[in-house]
């Protein structure tokens, strides 16, 4: 009996010690992954990156031209490869004329163009499909490149494939939003203006605005994490990493939401012309804001719908309705943004991140002074250009706050072969 205790104690011992051993290198592996080196990207991949943002950048101004001038339906078909060339002879610009003559846009707004207005439309549009091009081909050459020489990580890897398939997603959204423009069905519609759909018009933008984000924080994080291996931001690790930031850093990736869909509803106003309307500020007619019957006009109500339905129809749908709309939210945007800056006055940021909330701040004020001139003056097209440019750029500067506020990681980080 005595040799059974004997064996059963040394059994529960053993099956102790055991247990012991495996929590403890269970423990072992755990701090050995966590400790593993991450992989450090060369920066020439987030110059790559930023060179896709700044053409983004570019294309969305372009664009913005191009809607103000009304050229977008001006080119007609869509050919990938055929279509870098624009017309040289007489006889080829006489051609593409008469495929625009065809249109809604043709017989109900310009009849009656001349072959010399024609051709100063077709660029504008002409232009914006070429840098469109251009975009694809600087992403795909340069990262066929970087893949078959080891020189993207997994994780970059895998955010190239998601922009690259937003770059090709934004051409095809492209030509689908022109086609709402060319419906024939317009001409049957009494009092129609031959314009693509605001809702196309609105997730156009939106796409461009995300590849322009994606690109943008990807060359960010790689220049980031390099500078990082290097040791360069050793010394405001413990500034960036305080705490007390974390509110401050829920309301930086807020004021990146806001700043996005203020200018979403942007491309609602101008996808329905509703800047032409309403033209004071702050007041709309006479008032804070436009008569009920106004904003939710019977109109955009039709047989049978919900109440629900024609509700959501004139958020969208009516002009008026979607001015107010991107008043309330352009205003709500500069509020959250002035919060933001007098909330960061008592604040211990680092260098990098009270600049980006510097620039918040005056880029914001830019922008209002921008969108209010626009409406005053009717929006003329130098206005409304620059005010879809502010609108991106106060979008870039959300952005860079947000990862200025980003932890710096306390692991080592070695270079990628």
Same mark, same amino acid.
């Given at each position: 009996?005595?040799?059974?205790?004997?064996?059963?104690?040394?059994?529960?011992?053993?099956?102790?010690?055991?247990?012991?051993?495996?929590?403890?290198?269970?423990?072992?592996?755990?701090?050995?992954?966590?400790?593993?080196?991450?992989?450090?990207?060369?920066?020439?991949?987030?110059?790559?990156?930023?060179?896709?943002?700044?053409?983004?950048?570019?294309?969305?101004?372009?664009?913005?031209?191009?809607?103000?001038?009304?050229?977008?339906?001006?080119?007609v078909e869509w050919n990938l490869i055929k279509g870098m060339k624009p017309p040289r002879s007489?006889?080829?610009?006489?051609?593409?004329?008469?495929?625009?003559?065809?249109?809604?846009?043709?017989?109900?707004?310009?009849?009656?163009?001349?072959?010399?207005? @024609?051709?100063?439309?077709?660029? %504008?549009?002409? /232009?914006?499909? !070429? &840098?469109?091009? $251009? *975009?694809?081909?600087? @992403?795909?050459?340069?990262?066929? %490149?970087?893949? /078959?020489?080891? !020189? &993207?990580?997994? $994780? *970059?890897?895998?955010?190239?494939?998601?922009?690259?398939?937003?770059?090709?997603?934004?051409?095809? &959204?492209?030509?689908?939003?022109?086609?709402?423009?060319?419906?024939?069905?317009?001409?049957?519609?009494?009092?129609?203006?031959?314009?693509?759909?605001?809702?196309?018009?609105?997730?156009?933008?939106?796409?461009?605005?995300?590849?322009?984000?994606?690109?943008?924080?990807?060359?960010?994080?790689?220049?980031?994490?390099?500078?990082?291996?290097?040791?360069?931001?050793?010394?405001?690790?413990?500034?960036?990493?305080?705490?007390?930031?974390?509110?401050?850093?829920?309301?930086?990736?807020?004021?990146?939401?806001?700043?996005?869909?203020?200018?979403?509803?942007?491309?609602?106003?101008?996808?329905?012309?509703?800047?032409?309307?309403?033209?004071?500020?702050?007041?709309?007619?006479?008032?804070?804001?436009?008569?009920?019957?106004?904003?939710?006009?019977?109109?955009?109500?039709?047989?049978?719908?919900?109440?629900?339905?024609?509700?959501?129809?004139?958020?969208?749908?009516?002009?008026?309705?979607?001015?107010?709309?991107?008043?309330?939210?352009?205003?709500?945007?500069?509020?959250?943004?002035?919060?933001?800056?007098?909330?960061?006055?008592?604040?211990?940021?680092?260098?990098?991140?009270?600049?980006?909330?510097?620039?918040?701040?005056?880029?914001?004020c830019c922008q209002v002074g921008l969108g209010i001139a626009t409406l005053l003056y009717m929006?003329?097209?130098?206005?409304?250009?620059?005010?879809?440019?502010?609108?991106?750029?106060?979008?870039?500067?959300?952005?860079?706050?947000?990862?200025?506020?980003?932890?710096?990681?306390?692991?080592?980080?070695?270079?990628?072969?």
């Amino acid at each position: 009996m005595v040799k059974a205790r004997f064996q059963s104690t040394v059994a529960a011992t053993s099956g102790s010690t055991t247990a012991t051993t495996t929590a403890a290198t269970g423990t072992a592996a755990a701090k050995a992954v966590a400790a593993a080196p991450e992989v450090v990207v060369k920066p020439i991949v987030g110059y790559w990156m930023m060179t896709i943002s700044a053409m983004t950048f570019g294309i969305v101004v372009v664009g913005g031209m191009t809607r103000l001038t009304e050229s977008g339906l001006s080119i007609v078909e869509w050919n990938l490869i055929k279509g870098m060339k624009p017309p040289r002879s007489q006889a080829e610009w006489e051609e593409e004329f008469e495929k625009y003559k065809q249109f809604p846009e043709y017989k109900i707004l310009n009849h009656g163009m001349t072959l010399e207005e @024609f051709k100063r439309i077709f660029y %504008y549009e002409w /232009s914006h499909r !070429m &840098l469109g091009r $251009a *975009i694809g081909a600087a @992403f795909i050459l340069p990262g066929l %490149y970087f893949a /078959s020489r080891g !020189m &993207l990580s997994k $994780a *970059i890897a895998r955010r190239s494939w998601i922009i690259g398939g937003l770059i090709g997603f934004q051409g095809a &959204l492209g030509w689908y939003m022109v086609k709402s423009g060319l419906d024939e069905q317009l001409m049957s519609t009494p009092g129609a203006t031959p314009r693509v759909s605001q809702y196309r018009l609105a997730a156009h933008l939106g796409s461009a605005f995300l590849i322009y984000t994606g690109a943008f924080m990807t060359g960010l994080k790689v220049l980031t994490d390099y500078k990082i291996s290097k040791g360069a931001y050793e010394s405001l690790a413990s500034v960036i990493n305080n705490p007390i930031l974390k509110r401050f850093k829920g309301a930086a990736h807020g004021i990146v939401a806001l700043v996005f869909f203020t200018a979403i509803s942007g491309a609602f106003v101008a996808g329905l012309d509703a800047g032409l309307i309403y033209n004071e500020f702050p007041l709309m007619g006479g008032r804070l804001m436009p008569p009920v019957g106004e904003l939710f006009d019977s109109k955009f109500v039709h047989d049978g719908d919900h109440p629900t339905v024609g509700l959501w129809r004139n958020m969208f749908d009516n002009q008026v309705t979607v001015q107010f709309n991107h008043r309330v939210l352009a205003t709500s945007t500069f509020t959250a943004v002035s919060a933001l800056f007098l909330y960061s006055r008592n604040l211990p940021l680092p260098p990098q991140a009270r600049l980006g909330v510097n620039l918040l701040m005056g880029v914001a004020c830019c922008q209002v002074g921008l969108g209010i001139a626009t409406l005053l003056y009717m929006v003329p097209v130098s206005l409304g250009t620059a005010h879809q440019a502010g609108s991106l750029t106060l979008l870039t500067s959300a952005l860079y706050l947000m990862h200025s506020l980003k932890k710096v990681p306390v692991l080592k980080k070695i270079p990628l072969k």
